[in-house]
């Protein structure tokens, strides 16, 4: 099985930047393809971004478009979520996923414990 921890959450102020990491353990994350989502205070959980096997296809809710990069490094066992021009709608607990593809990511079985991102005005 594969066990998946988050972390490089925080508290930053609007306009900056966050770098979030999700290190995978139990077994290679090269044939899985691996999202982030987040689930802010009152509302339901939604997938931020995703990322294929092999990086050929990406995808980012429209929310984050233009602000967020999703990247993997398999040889790490590790994918990344680089935050840019962070907004105060942005904060909530962010999870990250892996799965056997993009479309069914919420429906994986793994996912890790989460990190909080706190983006103040």
């Known amino acids: 099985q594969v066990q998946l921890i988050e972390s490089g959450g925080g508290l930053v102020q609007a306009g900056g930047s966050l770098r979030l990491s999700c290190a995978a353990s139990?077994?290679?994350?090269?044939?899985?393809?691996m999202g982030w989502f987040r689930q802010a205070p009152g509302k339901e959980r939604e997938l931020v971004a995703a990322?294929?096997?092999?990086?050929?296809?990406?995808y980012y809710a429209d929310s984050v478009k233009g602000r967020f990069t999703i990247s993997r490094e398999n040889a790490k066992n590790t994918m990344y979520l680089q935050m840019n021009s962070l907004k105060p709608e942005d904060t909530a607990v962010y999870y990250c996923?892996?799965?056997?593809?993009?479309?069914?990511?919420?429906?994986?079985?793994?996912w890790g414990q989460g990190t909080q991102v706190t983006v103040s005005s």
């Open positions: 996923a892996a799965g056997s593809m993009v479309a069914t990511l919420r429906q994986s079985e793994y």
């Open positions: 139990g077994r290679s994350i090269r044939s899985s393809a």
């Open positions: 990322i294929s096997s092999i990086a050929e296809n990406t």
